[in-house]
């Protein structure tokens, strides 16, 4: 396979080049899933695409699979129908910092908490790219936004940590800089039978990295570069060590009853039951 | 020639030109990525992998993407 072929593969005809800004870090995140849909050697009708707004939400428009450009932090609402619907389905949540912890916050750990077999690949770029560089619960604390030009007060949400207190099964950060990780990462949670979530390290040069004088776009793939630690490796790590590092690779892993089979269980026990 | 270069989705940013370890590439006065030096070009795909705008490509099969 060439790769050129490969992305023109799962890509709408006509849609590139694609809206994002010289730089962003989404399109290289966006390359890797497909590179891991390619892997899962599954059909494209099997598979179903489904995001919320922002940035990163603008990628189903130019995948070529069964999408929905859903409202903003309903990706997994929406998505939880479709595999409910359609459980033989293959179903991937595109969707960002903001969307998926801010305004979908309370999908994001029900979704977690019940178990339910599907993807979700999170774009963090830090910021509300879309809207003007608002902060985001995923923006380090101190960093300036344009709603915080002094710097933010509030701390970040560890996400994966959020997700495997909330039940989910796979959780895992990648990176736009360690992309071909990141492929693996993905590839591992849509193989894996629950929820996952994969967090992928962006970078949004124009927008948060102006803001807060973090250099050009090489530069801030460079600081996921030198900043990242393999999960096993950052155990290690005393906390003064730990400050300004982040953890990538799989960071959670565990077995649980999966929604969408259970749930066929009760379908099962109901018709019996009640003699339909 | 193992480079393709999709001129119409390029954006400039030069993060190809800053990874790549052979000095192959560089940026145009018109703000595109332009080939330099093509027989330096190793392959190593450091350019494709990162590139956020699928404007550059190996010309070479990949076993595993």
């Given at each position: 396979?060439?790769?050129?072929?490969?992305?023109?593969?799962?890509?709408?005809?006509?849609?590139?080049?694609?809206?994002?800004?010289p730089?962003?870090?989404?399109?290289?995140?966006?390359?890797?899933?497909?590179?891991?849909?390619?892997?899962?050697?599954?059909d494209?009708?099997?598979?179903?695409?489904?995001?919320?707004?922002?940035?990163?939400?603008?990628?189903?428009?130019?995948?070529?699979?069964?999408?929905?450009?859903?409202?903003?932090?309903?990706?997994?609402p929406?998505?939880?129908?479709?595999?409910l619907?359609?459980?033989?389905?293959?179903?991937?949540v595109?969707?960002?910092?903001?969307?998926?912890?801010?305004?979908?916050?309370?999908?994001?750990i029900?979704?977690?908490r019940?178990?339910?077999?599907?993807?979700?690949?999170l774009?963090?770029?830090?910021?509300?790219?879309?809207?003007?560089?608002?902060?985001?619960?995923?923006?380090?604390?101190?960093?300036?936004?344009?709603?915080?030009?002094?710097?933010?007060?509030?701390?970040?949400?560890?996400?994966a940590?959020l997700?495997?207190?909330?039940?989910?099964?796979?959780?895992?950060?990648?990176?736009?800089?360690?992309?071909?990780?990141?492929?693996?990462?993905?590839l591992?949670?849509?193989?894996?039978?629950?929820?996952?979530?994969?967090?992928a390290?962006?970078?949004?040069?124009?927008?948060?990295?102006?803001?807060n004088?973090?250099?050009?776009?090489?530069?801030?793939?460079k600081?996921?570069?030198?900043?990242?630690?393999?999960?096993?490796?950052?155990?290690?790590?005393?906390?003064?060590q730990?400050?300004?590092?982040?953890?990538?690779?799989?960071?959670?892993?565990?077995?649980?009853?999966?929604?969408?089979?259970?749930?066929?269980?009760?379908?099962?026990?109901?018709?019996?039951?009640?003699?339909? | 020639?193992?480079?393709?270069?999709?001129?119409?989705?390029?954006?400039?940013?030069?993060?190809?030109?800053?990874?790549?370890?052979?000095?192959?590439?560089?940026?145009?006065?018109?703000?595109?990525?332009?080939?330099?030096?093509?027989?330096?070009?190793?392959?190593?795909?450091q350019?494709?992998?990162?590139?956020?705008?699928?404007?550059?490509?190996?010309t070479?099969?990949?076993?595993?993407?």
């Amino acid at each position: 396979m060439f790769m050129e072929q490969l992305i023109e593969k799962y890509f709408r005809p006509g849609r590139l080049p694609h809206i994002w800004c010289p730089g962003c870090a989404n399109g290289i995140i966006t390359g890797a899933l497909v590179k891991a849909i390619y892997r899962t050697g599954l059909d494209k009708d099997n598979i179903a695409v489904v995001s919320g707004i922002g940035c990163s939400s603008r990628a189903s428009g130019y995948l070529d699979f069964n999408t929905v450009h859903s409202a903003h932090g309903r990706a997994l609402p929406f998505a939880t129908g479709i595999k409910l619907a359609a459980p033989q389905m293959t179903v991937i949540v595109i969707t960002g910092d903001g969307d998926a912890a801010a305004i979908g916050g309370n999908h994001f750990i029900h979704a977690a908490r019940r178990n339910i077999d599907l993807t979700v690949l999170l774009y963090n770029n830090n910021t509300y790219g879309m809207t003007g560089g608002q902060y985001s619960p995923l923006t380090p604390t101190n960093s300036k936004a344009s709603t915080a030009p002094y710097g933010t007060v509030d701390r970040p949400f560890d996400l994966a940590a959020l997700a495997r207190g909330a039940g989910a099964t796979f959780a895992a950060r990648g990176s736009a800089f360690h992309a071909p990780m990141l492929v693996d990462l993905i590839l591992s949670g849509i193989r894996h039978k629950g929820f996952s979530l994969v967090e992928a390290v962006a970078s949004c040069p124009i927008s948060y990295g102006r803001q807060n004088k973090l250099g050009d776009a090489p530069a801030m793939l460079k600081w996921q570069r030198d900043h990242a630690v393999p999960a096993a490796a950052y155990e290690k790590l005393n906390d003064e060590q730990k400050a300004d590092k982040f953890p990538i690779g799989v960071l959670h892993q565990a077995d649980a009853p999966e929604y969408t089979e259970e749930y066929a269980k009760i379908i099962a026990r109901a018709r019996k039951e009640g003699g339909h | 020639m193992s480079l393709k270069i999709i001129e119409a989705r390029c954006k400039g940013c030069g993060i190809c030109v800053a990874f790549c370890p052979k000095q192959v590439l560089g940026i145009s006065e018109i703000e595109k990525v332009k080939i330099l030096n093509a027989s330096a070009c190793i392959t190593c795909r450091q350019c494709e992998t990162r590139c956020p705008d699928f404007a550059i490509f190996i010309t070479e099969p990949v076993p595993t993407p």
